[in-house]
């Protein structure tokens, strides 16, 4: 008998334990505070990040996108079905974007991110901040969508000729409150713009200022940055009275907010993978609390119809280079993000030898970061290499001094083994030994050419792109370098040397070698 109460008693235990997981999953007590008149009112914001014109559902790409093991890209129309749920809850949600939103798919580049801007007018978007890769089209083109989006591009550190490009904050009223949004671009956006009239002034500097401006115009203070996350908590540390921080650059999935000093602060993935959705409550006056959810999912049946047509038009116009077939691979080509940016890939090996020997060149650098997705074993199309190559990059050959290449691969070692190094360099021609245990400076232990270490005093033709010619990433060392000729796409330039083999099998060879490796 005994041992019967026993078990009743633990049932009756696992069965509120249960229950109590339960409500503390599903029942959002913030709500209820809220309806008992604890909280005086709440603010619905909706958010994007990174979305670098995915108008189009994939789940077969199976690429590192939110820094967590996340392949499904929703799409704008499939996305928009949780923008649509949550303005059926509150019809003044916000919808804001911190920015790269109109770059960086098949789709995305006809005609200029032409079908994204007709996507997100679609969408009702409030507000957005111009990410780096969103001057990939020139800075003309970016004015030129400023101008047919129905909704601000907000950023406080943007000048040309020492005058404000964008407009650096918008104060919404929403159900009774005064929301100040303002935007923040990072300065590494020098990298994408070749026109030196165009500068990024100091981010916390500007912040400090429109803080200051805003204060006591405004019930909250909303920050769309585009400067990273690790940069947002450091001006977080610098600049009091942001209320609500919305992260982009990095393509974090933040599925909680982190709170700082006085500042909430979440990011929303990237890829269209999730939306974010941040409920901001009020009490005296004040923001007391920030609740933030993250939503997605892979149920098609909710897709917007109206968006989803216009996504359709584009995607049949990016699938007539599916047609172009160039060659097949005998294996899977590694492009995963972490990959290429710490370390040696048969892709990367592939893109770097198809570079070389296009240009004649001794050897090939080739930051890491360029390479955006895997390809897969069998035929492949125009289509794959460009999503694999979104970016409008040409290969260009250099001239450089052997002693500057020894610093350029240095320089790509600076972030090592961050997944953020987008500017590690993938080499052909040459290897490189990297010494992991070191200190940022000091990691480069060896170059060797044909079996001979790299001679510093000569001269050699270099295979690189345009974004590094143009100072991108950093690299000075190729930036000063003597320009010898310039090329065609990367995408193009792959793609022929794909053709010319008919099926390749590259493998990791060992030319980028990493020893005493503390992290995996």
């Known amino acids: 008998m005994k041992k019967k109460y026993t078990n ?188 030196n009239t165009i500068t990024f002034d100091d981010p916390a500097k500007c912040a400090k200022r429109v803080v200051s401006e805003l204060k006591g115009k405004v019930d909250a203070i909303v920050l769309l940055s585009h400067l990273g996350d690790d940069n947002d908590e450091r001006l977080i540390q610098e600049v009091d009275g942001i209320d609500l921080l919305l992260c982009g650059h990095y393509h974090y999935l933040y599925e909680s907010v982190k709170k700082i000093n006085n500042t909430y602060m979440a990011e929303a993935g990237s890829f269209t993978t999730h939306l974010g959705v941040a409920d901001m409550y009020f009490k005296d006056g004040k923001v007391a609390k920030v609740d933030w959810k993250v939503k997605t999912t892979t149920d098609r049946s909710k897709e917007d119809a109206e968006l989803k047509k216009v996504a359709d038009i584009y995607h049949e116009k990016a699938l007539e280079s599916a047609k172009i077939k160039v060659g097949s691979s005998d294996v899977v080509l590694n492009g995963i993000r972490t990959q290429v ?52 990059n040409s290969l260009v050959v250099v001239e450089m001094k052997g002693d500057m290449i020894y610093k350029a691969l240095e320089r790509g070692l600076r972030g090592y083994p961050t997944v953020f190094n987008g500017g590690f360099l993938q080499v052909s021609g040459i290897s490189y030994v990297i010494d992991a245990s070191k200190i940022a400076g000091e990691r480069l232990v060896s170059v060797t050419k044909d079996g001979a270490p790299l001679d510093k005093e000569k001269t050699y033709k270099v295979a690189t792109n345009d974004y590094l010619f143009y100072g991108g990433d950093g690299y000075e060392e190729i930036q000063n370098s003597k320009l010898l000729s310039t090329y065609g796409l990367l995408k193009d330039v792959l793609a022929d040397y794909i053709k010319s083999k008919g099926t390749v099998s590259p493998v990791e060879d060992g030319r980028i070698k990493i020893i005493n490796e503390r992290y995996k």
Do not use: W
């Not at 939103?101 to 957005?128: K, P, Q």
């Open 341 to 392: 940016r710490s370390k040696e890939t048969n892709l990367a090996n592939l893109l770097a030898d198809s570079m070389r020997e296009k240009a004649g060149a001794d050897l090939t650098l080739m930051n890491g970061g360029g390479i955006r997705e895997s390809l897969p074993q069998g035929e492949l199309n125009m289509y794959q290499i460009g999503k694999m190559l979104p970016f409008v």
């Open 8 to 195: 009743l008693i633990i049932l009756g235990l696992i069965l509120i334990a249960a229950a109590v997981y339960l409500v503390i999953k599903f029942v959002n007590f913030n709500q209820i505070l809220l309806t008992l008149g604890y909280y005086d009112s709440k603010i619905k914001i909706a958010n994007t990040a990174d979305v670098h014109g995915h108008m189009v559902y994939d789940d077969e790409t199976g690429t590192y996108y939110t820094l967590d093991e996340v392949s499904t890209i929703m799409g704008l129309p499939l996305l928009n079905s949780f923008v649509k749920e949550e303005r059926a809850k509150d019809e003044n949600t916000l919808l804001l974007d911190c920015g790269d939103l109109f770059h960086g798919s098949n789709e995305a580049n006809i005609n200029d991110g032409e079908g994204v801007v007709e996507c997100v007018n679609l969408m009702g978007y409030d507000a957005m901040v111009p990410g780096n890769h969103d001057f990939n089209f020139g800075f003309d083109r970016l004015l030129e969508i400023r101008s047919e989006i129905n909704f601000p591009i907000l950023s406080a550190n943007v000048y040309k000729d020492g005058k404000q490009v964008f407009d650096e904050y918008k104060i919404f009223e929403v159900n009774g409150k005064k929301i100040g949004v303002f935007g923040l671009t990072t300065p590494f956006s020098t990298n994408f713009v070749h026109d």
